[in-house]
């Protein structure tokens, strides 16, 4: 099995959650500095 190493954005996704679960997609995104879709 290969494995998937987590890059700076996946981390920052993870931080902003455990945060504030609570956040919309567009918030998420917003907050990290990518497009919507890619924190889907």
């Known amino acids: 099995m290969q494995q998937k190493i987590a890059d700076d954005f996946d981390r920052k996704?993870?931080?902003?959650?455990?945060?504030?679960?609570?956040?919309?997609?567009?918030?998420?995104?917003?907050?990290?500095?990518?497009?919507p879709s890619p924190c889907l």
Do not use: H, K, P, V
Not at 13 to 35: F, K, M, V, W
């Open 13 to 35: 996704i993870l931080r902003e959650l455990q945060a504030d679960a609570r956040i919309t997609n567009n918030e998420l995104a917003e907050r990290i500095g990518l497009s």
